[in-house]
Nanobody, 125 residues
């Protein structure tokens, strides 16, 4: 069993920045692919960013490309999402997820087998 815990959400003005953190348990964290998804009220959960185990391959939704950066520190079992130039439409609950099976499509939420409880990000205009 892998536990995933997000932190770092909050309220920020448009144009501001936030950094989300996500820790995942397990001695084999360094082998997991990790992803961030978000869900706004009344909308489906959508892909935001993902990173493979080595950190050498990252993936982004078009809506956040150039503004968000995903990174990981395997020594700390932690993945980060640096969010810059935030917009009101970025408001959502952000979820971190771990893919322990590997090899699939990281933009699909069905690829991930462990999820955190989510952290609220609110961007005011």
């Amino acid at each position: 069993q892998v536990q995933v815990v997000e932190s770092g959400g909050g309220l920020v003005q448009a144009g501001g920045s936030l950094r989300l953190s996500c820790t995942a348990s397990g001695r084999t964290f360094k082998t997991y692919a990790m992803g961030w998804f978000r869900q706004a009220p009344g909308k489906e959960r959508e892909f935001v960013a993902a990173i493979r185990w080595s950190g050498g391959n990252t993936y982004y939704a078009d809506s956040v490309k150039g503004r968000f950066t995903i990174s990981r520190d395997n020594a700390k079992n932690t993945v980060y999402l640096q969010m810059n130039s935030l917009k009101p439409e970025d408001t959502a609950v952000y979820y971190c997820a771990a893919d322990t099976q590997l090899g699939g499509l990281l933009t699909s939420l069905y690829e991930y087998d462990y999820w955190g409880q989510g952290t609220q990000v609110t961007v005011s205009s």
